[in-house]
């Protein structure tokens, strides 16, 4: 298999792109970064840079490395499932995943999308995401340190084809280069053989209050009380809302090529120019105002497949130049 061509596009880990580099070349990362300490980008254009998106039926691999429960994995797949061109039925009056995404699938996916650069006719969604497999390393094969480059033989031992999109997710016990500390999720590619991939961590343990925030206090930043997560499982909810913004980036920009905002080694993407953002009236150390089940006092704001509740970040809408909230 070729190697990866890597293009870091973190937006807070630009002192370590040589760390990453080593023997790949343009392996293509973006991260979800600790809320509370970022700007708002709402206005400035987040534009169209000729390359491929992915697009059509996204098949997704699922790699567990580590040990999760079966309610972990259920929350999470669940989640991937939502990911649908399917839209909601007319006379639906929760928000759902599938609106969520296909905030994405037209603005950013279409064909009508990337010929305009970005807005476009916003009708005839086709592309969806589609769970083809999953594979478990209980064993933790390459050990409970990692770093980036192994993250990536984690992606390509899954074997994808052109098109696919792979997604890592290490347990509790696994430390990756640079969790907690400087990201919380990235994503990457082989642009050789045309896949991404996308890794995100749970952090339930490690650090809450920077990658599981809002359903923890944050580490820094105004001490607001922590949402109630809407599926009982800080460390779970808080990978998906994680693993939303980061899929958000992989196929909207997969090759470090496709649509971002600012300089290409520091780049802001769908999900991550809006991060910290999940319902009106946000801001940073504040999630915004989402919806509440009255049963569970879990916090949410789309309802996936299942009838799973989830909280998903804010989109960056072309068509608005905007970051528009599900709620």
Same mark, same amino acid.
């Given at each position: 298999?070729? @190697?990866? $061509? ?9 002192? @370590? ?11 293509? @990362? ?19 840079? =000729? ?45 759902? &995943? ?33 769970? /083809?497999?999953?594979? $478990?390393? +209980? ?16 992606? &390509? ?5 052109? =098109? ?8 509790? %016990? ?22 991404? #991939?996308?890794?995100?961590?749970? &952090?339930?343990? +490690?650090?809450? =209050? ?15 009380? /922590? ?5 009982? %499982?800080?460390?779970?909810? =808080? ?17 470090? %090529?496709? #649509? ?8 802001? !993407?769908?999900? $991550?120019?809006? /991060? ?16 509440? %089940? !009255?049963?569970?006092?879990?916090? #949410? ?17 072309? &068509? ?8």
């Amino acid at each position: 298999m070729q @190697m990866a $061509s890597c293009n870091l596009v973190d937006g807070k880990v630009v002192a @370590m792109v040589a760390l990453v580099v080593v023997s790949l070349a343009g392996l293509s @990362m973006g991260a979800r970064r600790l809320p509370v300490l970022l700007k708002r980008h709402v206005g400035d254009e987040l534009s169209y840079h =000729g390359g491929a998106v992915l697009h059509g039926n996204i098949p997704v691999t699922v790699v567990w490395y580590g040990k999760f429960k079966p309610a972990q994995k259920a929350i999470v797949v669940d989640f991937l499932l939502s990911l649908t061109a399917t839209p909601p039925p007319t006379n639906a009056t929760m928000p759902s &995943a599938a609106q969520w995404w296909s905030t994405i699938a037209t603005g950013y996916l279409s064909s009508n999308a990337t010929a305009d650069g970005g807005g476009g006719d916003r009708t005839n969604v086709t592309s969806q995401a589609v769970l /083809a497999t999953q594979t $478990s390393d +209980e064993e933790y094969s390459l050990g409970k340190l990692l770093t980036l480059v192994e993250v990536f033989q984690l992606a &390509a031992g899954a074997l994808p084809d052109k =098109g696919d999109l792979v997604v890592v997710l290490t347990d509790p %016990d696994v430390v990756v280069e640079g969790f907690c500390s400087v990201r919380c999720g990235v994503h990457g590619s082989d642009a050789g053989a045309g896949y991404a #991939y996308a890794w995100v961590g749970n &952090a339930e343990s +490690e650090c809450p =209050g920077q990658c599981a925030w809002p359903f923890a206090t944050p580490a820094y930043g105004p001490k607001d009380p /922590a949402l109630v997560p809407p599926n009982g %499982d800080v460390g779970a909810d =808080g990978m998906v809302a994680t693993l939303a913004g980061v899929v958000g980036g992989a196929v909207t920009n997969p090759f470090g %090529d496709g #649509y971002y905002l600012g300089d290409k080694d520091a780049a802001l !993407e769908a999900c $991550s120019a809006c /991060a910290g953002a999940y319902g009106r009236g946000s801001y940073p150390g504040y999630a915004g105002k989402v919806l509440v %089940d !009255e049963t569970t006092g879990g916090s #949410y704001n789309a309802v996936g497949a299942n009838g799973r509740k989830y909280l998903l970040p804010a989109v960056y809408d072309p &068509a608005t130049s905007r970051c528009t909230t599900l709620v």
